[in-house]
Nanobody, 125 residues
Framework: VQLQASGGGLVQPGGSLRLSCAAS????????SGWFRQAPGKERDFVAA?????????DYADSVRGRFFISRDNAKNTVYPQMNSLKPEDTAVYYC??????????????????WGQGTLVTVSS
């Protein structure tokens, strides 16, 4: 499955941004989906994940819990992380992934069905 991430850009500290991850196949909606980010000179880190549907549950990194909220629209094969109260340390390239299992916790491992190409988020005044 091919994933297309979009929605990145420049935002001021305290601002909000909503990213999108659109999939090319309907099978995307049968699996958990996750978002990860990689800041310059750092490793790729987990950000948030959601099960195959909203009611299955979500997971968040401690650094974004309470500020970021992930949801999905399976009719559109799309997952959306809503990012609020953005901080300069949120600056990174954000990647979406389709996970191997049904739940958000399946996105916490090292094995994924596919990755999107990344979208840059810059938080700066």
């Amino acid at each position: 499955v091919q994933l297309q991430a979009s929605g990145g850009g420049l935002v001021q500290p305290g601002g909000s941004l909503r990213l999108s991850c659109a999939a090319s196949e309907r099978t995307f909606s049968r699996y958990g989906s996750g978002w990860f980010r990689q800041a310059p000179g750092k490793e790729r880190d987990f950000v948030a994940a959601i099960g195959w549907r909203d009611s299955v549950g979500t997971d968040y990194a401690d650094s974004v819990r309470g500020r970021f909220f992930i949801s999905r629209d399976n009719a559109k094969n799309t997952v959306y992380p809503q990012m609020n109260s953005l901080k300069p340390e949120d600056t990174a390239v954000y990647y979406c992934a389709s996970c191997r299992g049904l739940t958000s916790s399946s996105c916490l491992g090292a094995d994924f069905r596919s990755w999107g190409q990344g979208t840059l988020v810059t938080v700066s005044s």
